[in-house]
């Protein structure tokens, strides 16, 4: 795992302006998505009662309002349908460009489609059709306090990169 792609850790802004979600369990109800990031799983909810698969994941179904829900497996490979490559407007301290892909997991993937920020990828080179697959990096740790000590919450996420050809 990489820790590259966050600007504070370069000590170029401050912890305050810290995007990254709080994971522990204690603060998360979707930590476990997290959790199976740290293994190289890429999931998402699927409703116990009535199949609604939901992308991001979910604490309470969509369609029928139930919180019975189970976490199932999204592919790690997909193929490029649209790059969005954002040259202005950027957050604060990030290099531009910030590129986005939306992204084809295959016809039998419970959820078509994502939309994911890119890295390992160089402006303009990153094209429809092309492969990409997950990639899960460390973030900077988290101090949460809990009940009365303060304990520090080690963090993941994820974006897509290419395959290697
Ligand atoms: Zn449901």
């Known amino acids: 795992m990489a ?3 966050i600007p504070f850790l370069e000590g170029r802004y401050s912890p305050t302006l810290d995007m990254w979600p709080i994971e522990a369990k204690e603060f ?8 199976n990031l740290r293994e190289g799983k890429f999931t998402t909810t699927k409703c116990k009662k009535c ?8 604490v309470i179904c969509p ?18 349908t649209v790059v969005v490559e954002k040259w202005g407007g950027v957050p604060i301290c990030y290099e531009p460009p ?11 993937s419970p959820v078509r489609h994502v939309l994911s920020r890119m890295v390992n990828c160089p402006p303009e080179t990153l ?3 092309d492969e ?16 009365k000590k303060t304990i520090t919450a080690e963090r993941v996420f994820f974006a897509f990169e290419p395959v290697k050809k």
């Open 127 to 129: 094209k429809e059709g």
């Open 132 to 147: 990409v697959q997950l990639a899960v990096f460390d973030v900077p740790a988290h101090p949460i306090e809990l009940k």
């Open 98 to 108: 910030l590129i986005d892909a939306w992204i084809d997991l295959g016809k039998d």
């Open 3 to 5: 820790t590259a792609w």
């Open 63 to 80: 369609e029928c309002y139930s919180d019975e829900l189970e976490w199932i497996e999204l592919p790690k490979k997909g193929k490029v």
């Open 51 to 58: 199949g609604r698969v939901a992308y991001p994941p979910r």
């Open 28 to 35: 998360n109800r979707i930590h476990e998505f997290y959790e």
